[in-house]
């Protein structure tokens, strides 16, 4: 299946990108419950009790076996849910979709090029919002390095009320799972088939067994693809060394824009993309073995440094 390169006009407007599956972000919440000390997981449990939608979308929700489970297993499930109730909430009526959903927060898009032509046709008539320094209020047009922060000001500020932070929790956990998605920190760009970019991967096509899958879904779904998501004696250096504030999470930003320009965007995309050029089709592009392994040992320790990092933010 080959597109031609005029439809895209009309795939950039469809679609919400999301960020992990649910189970990548669900994992991320359950490390995170575990890195939390007894307090701060009392903390958190009493502050989502306050959140406006608890009874709809949380408590209603909770499975029976949960709830006979205990204290400890209740609290890991609602961190669990969540991290996964700003993506609920696009699923809902539009009036809740209003007043809560914030479809631009869980993305930066900076630049990666397909060719150099492309980078001195392009560079600097981006109309996307890059920068990341928060100023109050919170609305719609922050991307997610702002929106973070800003939540994260909600959180620690005693002036909030206890429903304010509790939608701030949801998305400090869902946004911090965003970030370490490579995919929701950059865009390809290419005057030719992406001039205001592919959407972190969502309008490029994977060749996915008998069908296709788009490149962004590809990513979101590798936690999913896991037996399971204990992390490596690598991964578990990184934690120990890791340092959490507000200054790390312009490195993380770049780190994994770094990520995607090599691990997801590599020379052999890019090649299949460019061969398409002659025909002025959109090629769907076929991924290596050796390119999956790589991206499946990202997505473990891209989860679990974001478990690690969400409650290390929580407790600051």
Not at 34 to 44: C, F, R
Not at 65 to 79: N, P, S
Not at 273 to 280: D, P, T, V
């Amino acid at each position: 299946m080959q597109r031609g390169i005029l439809l895209l006009a009309g795939l950039m407007l469809m679609a919400p990108v999301f960020g992990w599956h649910a189970i990548g972000h669900k994992a991320t919440a359950a490390i995170a419950w575990e890195s939390l000390t007894p307090a701060a997981q009392e903390d958190v449990v009493r502050i989502l009790a306050a959140h406006p939608r608890f009874e709809e979308d949380f408590k209603d929700l909770m499975p029976v076996a949960i709830v006979r489970a205990g204290e400890q297993a209740q609290g890991r499930w609602l961190l669990e849910q969540a991290s996964i109730w700003p993506d609920l909430i696009q699923t809902l009526d539009a009036e809740i979709q209003r007043q809560f959903n914030k479809s631009r927060w869980h993305y930066i898009n900076l630049p990666i090029w397909l060719t150099e032509d492309d980078r001195m046709q392009l560079e600097g008539k981006l109309e996307h919002n890059m920068l990341t320094e928060f100023e109050p209020p919170l609305r719609q047009n922050l991307n997610v390095i702002q929106a973070l922060r800003g939540n994260l000001q909600v959180w620690r500020n005693t002036g909030t009320s206890d429903a304010e932070k509790a939608v701030a929790l949801c998305w400090i956990i869902h946004l911090t799972g965003d970030l370490h998605q490579p995919l929701h920190t950059v865009a390809l760009f290419s005057r030719p088939y992406f001039p205001t970019g592919d959407r972190g991967g969502n309008n490029i096509e994977v060749v996915w067994v008998d069908a296709t899958r788009n490149m962004h879904a590809v990513w979101d779904g590798l936690p999913t693809d896991m037996s399971d998501l204990k992390p490596t004696p690598r991964t578990l250096l990184s934690v120990q060394n890791d340092i959490v504030d507000d200054r790390a999470i312009d490195e993380w930003l770049r780190h994994h824009a770094s990520l995607a320009r090599k691990f997801v965007y590599t020379a052999e995309v890019k090649a299949q993309l460019l061969a398409g050029l002659s025909n002025y089709l959109l090629p769907d592009i076929r991924v290596s073995r050796e390119y999956l392994i790589s991206a499946r040992a990202i997505a473990r320790r891209q989860v679990n440094l974001a478990g690690h990092r969400i409650a290390a933010l929580l407790q600051e």
